[in-house]
């Protein structure tokens, strides 16, 4: 594939980098990438990697767009309420690059529809906002060896891991179990600073793209977290651990869970 | 140009900064190690800033020739890194 001029333009920034260059940017525009949730963390990331020629993204979210999301879901505006947010996160990856293809699944993931989705995609961003969704998307990539990014947001604070197959800890390896219904608060219970999906939702398309094009270090074995009051970021090295019952050397859970999930969870 | 076998060549006359630089530079990564591109530009701007840059990449600039029509054409030899 030869690039056109409009192209060259168009992605000359990336180009110009030498751990980028004409062979990073076709890696990015053969590779594929599944954001889960076109919420506060999946809309940055959406919005990156259509701009970095990214060449099929695909976004899954069964919700529409709120007015309580506008705080930080920066795909979606005003004139999309009440659209489905993949059709309104399509438009606006769309107006961004004309070069990406989208595709969208306007459903809640679960154990009987996961498989089959991220089966096609190259790296998995988890822009989801509860633990039931989280265990699950980890369990699943695990078992279908497909890398992918964990992101969490609350309040003035944001954590990011990687998972690659094979290299260091998955999220289950870090946190066993979700925790017990309401001991720890949803975003929508407790708030959440809008920039705050911006951050973190951006490292998480950092993250794909530097997996894509296959340079620097990812975070794999290391839990990144920022707290933007006392505007610290530290990074927690994590092991991987051998009796993790989805990726240690004799997994106990060989079937997808569908943890229960309370009605106020759903929402992004 | 007799004095090289040129491998490939690139017109960047019809581009403007920096996509001058990265037209070059693309058509450069699609060689092999010790080949040589013909890189025809502009006078002027990318004459004074083209080979420039693609010597900063490390490749070797073996020869600039004035056309005579307002153009230039750069002959350089790739030189892969790592």
């Known amino acids: ?268 | 140009m007799a004095d090289y076998k040129i491998d490939d060549t690139v017109d960047i006359t019809d581009v403007v900064c920096p996509v001058t630089f990265v037209k070059a530079k693309v058509a450069l990564e699609e060689l092999d190690d010790g080949q040589i591109l013909a890189v025809r530009m502009n006078n002027g701007e990318p004459v004074q800033n083209v080979p420039r840059s693609i010597k900063e990449e490390g490749h070797q600039i073996l020869k600039l020739e004035d056309n005579g029509d307002d153009t230039f054409t750069l002959i350089v030899r790739k030189v892969e890194d790592e």
């Open chain 1, 1 to 268: 594939m030869a690039f056109t001029n409009e192209q060259l333009e168009r992605y000359s920034r990336h180009i110009i980098l030498k751990e980028v260059g004409a062979k990073g940017q076709k890696k990015l525009l053969n590779s594929s990438v599944l954001i889960i949730g076109a919420g506060g963390l999946g809309a940055p990331a959406a919005m990156y990697l259509a701009a970095a020629g990214v060449g099929t993204i695909g976004i899954a979210d069964a919700d529409e767009v709120d007015l309580s999301n506008l705080q930080r879901q920066v795909i979606h505006t005003t004139a999309d309420l009440g659209k489905a947010k993949v059709k309104s996160a399509k438009e606006t990856m769309q107006a961004i690059n004309p070069d990406v293809k989208v595709n969208t699944y306007r459903k809640f993931i679960t154990s009987e529809n996961i498989m089959d989705i991220i089966k096609d995609y190259d790296f998995i961003i988890d822009g989801t906002d509860n633990f039931p969704a989280k265990f699950l998307i980890n369990d699943a990539c695990v078992m279908a060896g497909k890398p992918f990014s964990h992101a969490g947001i609350i309040r003035f604070k944001g954590q990011l891991m990687t998972y690659v197959p094979g290299e260091g800890p998955c999220y289950r390896c870090v946190f066993k179990d979700p925790p017990p219904k309401d001991a720890v608060p949803t975003c929508k219970q407790a708030g959440v600073i809008g920039a705050m999906g911006g951050v973190i939702g951006s490292l998480q398309a950092m993250e794909a793209v530097k997996y894509i094009i296959g340079k620097g270090d990812l975070l794999t074995g290391r839990l990144l977290t920022y707290d933007a009051l006392t505007m610290t970021f530290r990074t927690i090295k994590l092991p991987k651990n051998h009796d993790c019952p989805v990726c240690g050397d004799h997994p106990t859970i060989t079937k997808l869970i569908d943890y229960e999930q309370v009605e106020c969870d759903m929402h992004m």
